[in-house]
């Protein structure tokens, strides 16, 4: 189907350690899923794998991203193709412009003329009440903890994929950050538009609805539910899944 994510018992291994131990996933276009679990289990992996990093080997298994089989391709193919990552850890990029960054990266994904490049950027800076001074700085460099998330935010608003895994886009954020990037996350919502929400609390999710929640743990799914599994999971913590 157009635009779908299908990952089929995807093996994973890093530096010789199996990571991923039979992932089985599906996205529908239009769909939002969160995928949460406890540290190590994978989750950043999986994000990595589905972006193209090199370092991670894939033992077997598909990707598939509508009739295409995403494994083949390199990172800046599948990003050509409408994937997007956000980085649980954005990379500094010391002596890189920002706005220069933002810009190579947008035309890169959409072809848009400098003129409506720099009318969407001042959009998306006020929408995410980001002074006009940030991209003048260097990429990720003295930006706090939470401006690093927000500039992944900014991103994702410009790149305007299809597909976005997030990882842990909320970590960090103040409360006040948290409402304004949930719902410009959320005005993403749309019939041709699809999202991972990599997280370890519901306050994100409270916005965006998820359609889905998948718990990994050890490099498996071992169950999905809705936000009734969230609030449990708030309450309780992991122990219980692998008993459902
Ligand atoms: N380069 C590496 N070398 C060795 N082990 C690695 C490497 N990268 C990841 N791992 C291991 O793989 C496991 C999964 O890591 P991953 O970062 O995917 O977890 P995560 O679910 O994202 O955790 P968190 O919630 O803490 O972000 C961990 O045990 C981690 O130590
Ligand atoms: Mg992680």
Not at 4 to 23: A, D, F, M, R, Y
Request: with cysteine; charged share 25%.
């Amino acid at each position: 189907m157009k635009n779908t994510l299908t990952i089929k018992n995807l093996h994973v291994s890093v530096e010789g350690k199996p990571i991923l131990q039979g992932i089985s996933l599906e996205i529908k276009s239009g769909e939002i899923h969160a995928l949460m679990g406890p540290n190590g289990s994978g989750k950043s992996t999986l994000s990595y794998v589905l972006a193209g990093h090199p370092k991670y080997k894939v033992e077997s298994g598909e990707i598939w991203y509508g009739n295409t089989n995403i494994l083949a391709l390199k990172p800046e193919e599948r990003a050509k193709r409408g994937l997007f990552l956000a980085f649980q850890y954005p990379v500094e990029l010391p002596g890189v412009n920002y706005q220069n960054a933002l810009y190579t990266m947008t035309k890169a994904r959409r072809n848009l003329p400098p003129k409506e490049f720099q009318a969407e950027l001042k959009q998306c800076l006020e929408k995410l009440n980001l002074d006009p001074s940030f991209i003048q700085r260097h990429v990720n460099v003295g930006f706090s903890g939470g401006e690093k998330k927000k500039a992944e935010v900014l991103q994702l608003l410009l790149s305007k994929p299809s597909l976005a895994i997030l990882d842990e886009t909320d970590s960090g954020l103040d409360r006040d950050a948290l409402e304004i990037v949930g719902k410009a996350i959320q005005e993403l919502r749309n019939k041709d538009f699809s999202s991972l929400i990599i997280t370890h609390y519901p306050k994100l999710l409270r916005y965006l609805n998820p359609d889905k929640v998948h718990i990994i743990m050890n490099g498996r799914i071992i169950l999905t539910g809705d936000n009734a599994t969230i609030q449990k999971i708030e309450q309780e913590g992991y122990a219980w899944c692998g008993d459902e």
